[in-house]
Antibody, heavy 121, light 107 residues
């Protein structure tokens, strides 16, 4: 069965870095786009970034451009989110989600359980 | 950025009643609108994509409609497990955006 498992969350000071991982199983990983979506405590959902199935394109929400980088390693069935220059407003549960087959992004048919990132001094 | 506005913020209904949730886009998004359900402590779940297509395993009581800027999610007859937060989401343009959510609560 399809599974997405996030890891790498934790507490970081403002200005520091964290790298999140999304490990996938149960499907042909190299055929699917993967996104990161976050949710601040008690708030709604915010899309963060996408990497296409072949890694050829990445898109980001404006608030993380230049600070976050999404990448993938198909040999490890893993997508990464490198988060630099962290800010308090980046505090959230970060979910990875699979883009549905046959779409160019934005239909998330499977989600991980999420990993909590807390940015605080 | 395309802004999605959901209404109402909260819907108080009883099991068996019909729920109608609205999502309005700040510009036309064609049919590229999805709906997700989220329960406390859980990841979101895809219900509807591209306005009206039910995701695998989603009961027929969930229907989506609309086009352009105005969209609706209808839950035909609320079951106890349907009380949750619902988000609309557009994939017409980057950045992808979500609405602020509608909470469907038990009256």
């Amino acid at each position: 069965q399809v599974q997405l498992v996030e890891s790498g969350g934790g507490v970081a000071q403002p200005g520091r870095s964290l790298r999140l991982s999304c490990s996938a199983s149960g499907f042909t990983f190299s055929s699917f786009a993967i996104d990161w979506v976050r949710q601040a405590p008690g708030k709604g959902l915010e899309w963060v970034a996408i990497i296409w199935y072949d890694g050829s394109n990445q898109y980001y929400v404006d608030s993380v451009k230049g600070r976050f980088t999404i990448s993938r390693d198909d040999s490890k069935n893993t997508v990464y989110l490198q988060m630099n220059s962290l800010r308090a407003e980046d505090t959230a549960v970060y979910y990875c989600a699979r883009g549905m087959a046959g779409t160019t992004g934005g239909v998330f048919d499977y989600w991980g359980q999420g990993t909590l990132v807390t940015v605080s001094s | 950025e395309i802004v999605l506005t959901q209404s109402p913020a909260t819907l108080s209904l009883s099991p068996g009643e019909r729920a109608t949730l609205s999502c309005r886009a700040s510009q036309s998004i064609s049919h590229y609108l999805a709906w997700y359900q989220q329960k406390p402590g859980q990841a979101p779940r895809l219900l509807i994509y591209d306005t009206s297509y039910r995701a695998t395993g989603v009961p027929a009581r969930f229907t989506g409609s609309g086009s352009g800027t105005d969209f609706t999610l209808t839950i035909g007859s609320l079951e106890p497990e349907d009380f949750a937060v619902y988000y609309c989401h557009q994939r017409s343009d980057w950045p992808l955006t979500f609405g602020g959510g509608t909470t469907v609560e038990i009256k």
